[in-house]
């Protein structure tokens, strides 16, 4: 089975702080996304990237900025942490791109409180 | 731009009853698939059933089955004989040729089973 594991299920950090949120998959996947959880609003995707070293905008870029050194490894990084972005985050991950193998498979998420 | 919108934010019904949550969406593609996914209280997000629009056969997965309506972009999830743990949160998502392994979400609609 698809094992995608966050490192944090709670976080609390202080407006300003630097965040970083970690995302590791183990089924050699091509692809790995960040979204953010809001009620009412879905889930809205922020960075996602298709391969080492690479990365493209989502929806919702602004305020944060992701890294990718190793394949089974997805960091999303907050400079500078807001109120605003208090949110449960989601890491999922899926085969390479194209329609046939299309399934994301997801982590169980980190609920960031920004104070 | 693709939209998906879940117009139903909370529902409910008896266990073993059937419910019906409804999801529509706006492509101007012709190739894509559909999906709903299940996110239960506190734990992780996971595929219930899928749908490729070139298949006019409805998808169906045990007790859950869809309605495919392609002309109409809708594609609603149907739970046969529901059980206390179909409790969660459902996500219907759509995947065009051109997303790039991105999935646009609805808003949700949270589904209370009442024993």
């Known amino acids: 089975d698809v094992k995608v594991t966050q490192s944090s299920r709670y976080l609390v950090k202080r407006t300003g702080e630097k965040v970083f949120l970690e995302c590791v998959q183990d089924m050699d996947h091509e692809n790995m996304f960040w979204y953010r959880q809001d009620p009412g609003l879905g889930l809205r995707l922020i960075y996602f990237?298709?391969?080492?070293?690479?990365?493209e905008k989502g929806d919702i870029p602004e305020g944060y900025s992701v890294s990718r050194e190793k394949k089974e490894r997805f960091s999303l990084i907050l400079e500078s942490a807001s109120t605003n972005q208090t949110s449960m985050y989601l890491c999922?991950?899926?085969?390479?791109?194209?329609?046939?193998?299309?399934?994301?498979?997801f982590g169980p998420g980190t609920r960031l409180t920004v104070l | 731009a693709q939209t998906v919108t879940q117009s139903q934010p909370e529902m409910s019904v008896q266990e073993a009853e059937t419910v019906t949550l409804s999801c529509t969406y706006d492509?101007?593609?012709?190739?894509?698939?559909l999906f709903w996914y299940k996110q239960p209280p506190s734990r992780q997000m996971i595929l219930v059933i899928r749908?490729?629009?070139?298949?006019?056969q409805n998808a169906t997965e045990n007790r859950f089955s869809v309605n495919f309506q392609k002309a109409a972009k809708s594609f609603s999830l149907k739970i046969s004989d529901s059980q206390l743990g179909d409790t969660a949160m459902y996500f219907c998502a759509f995947l065009g040729s051109s997303n790039t392994g991105k999935l646009i979400f609805g808003q949700g609609t949270t589904l209370q089973v009442k024993p």
């Open positions: 749908q490729e629009a070139y298949k006019q």
């Open positions: 990237s298709y391969d080492v070293k690479m990365k």
């Open positions: 999922a991950s899926s085969g390479p791109e194209g329609l046939a193998d299309n399934e994301q498979f």
């Open positions: 492509t101007s593609e012709s190739n894509y698939y």
